[in-house]
């Protein structure tokens, strides 16, 4: 009962406000509030943006002393020089640049080869000996 009560006593209020022409007014601040509130908003997202550009410019700033302090170059940089690199060696050349060859390798696998053969012979049995070294 006092829930049909609120009801009608709440109903009745917005009907006298109607009346006396307090919801007109409101109506009418109501899109210029919302305008106002926009702006803000969107002035405190301009304002948070340009706050944290100038830290991460500062931030910058602070790595690259580092990086000149202690002669680190950035990614960018390594993979331009190593870029450049391979075109130096390319130019001219009409196949993909050629595979370093890892020092030690080349004529010295053929003597490995051999010892490595040397080495099972020594540990067969005698007639296998013989016939390996024919």
């Known amino acids: ?16 406000g109607k009346m006396l ?6 109506d009418q601040m109501l ?9 803000a908003l969107r002035q405190q997202e301009e304002e948070r943006k ?10 910058e700033n602070v790595r690259q002393g580092i990086r000149d302090k202690y002669g680190i170059k950035k990614k960018e940089e390594r993979e331009a020089e ?7 060696n390319a130019e ?4 993909r640049p050629k ?16 010892s490595i053969l040397d080495t099972v012979i020594k540990y067969l049995p005698g007639p296998l000996q013989d016939m390996f070294k024919k």
Do not use: H
Not at 31 to 39: A, D, G, L, S, W
Not at 50 to 59: D, G, L, P, T, V
Not at 92 to 95: A, F, R
């Open 1 to 16: 009962m006092e829930f049909v009560m609120k009801q009608a006593l709440g109903g009745a209020t917005k009907d006298m």
């Open 21 to 26: 022409g307090g919801e007109e007014e409101k």
């Open 31 to 39: 899109p210029r509030r919302k305008e106002e509130r926009q702006e």
């Open 50 to 59: 340009a706050k944290y550009a100038k830290m991460e410019a500062e931030r």
């Open 82 to 88: 190593a870029q450049a690199a391979l075109e130096a």
């Open 92 to 95: 001219g050349s009409l196949t």
């Open 99 to 114: 595979k370093a060859i890892p020092p030690g390798c080349g004529d010295e696998d053929e003597e490995e080869e051999e």
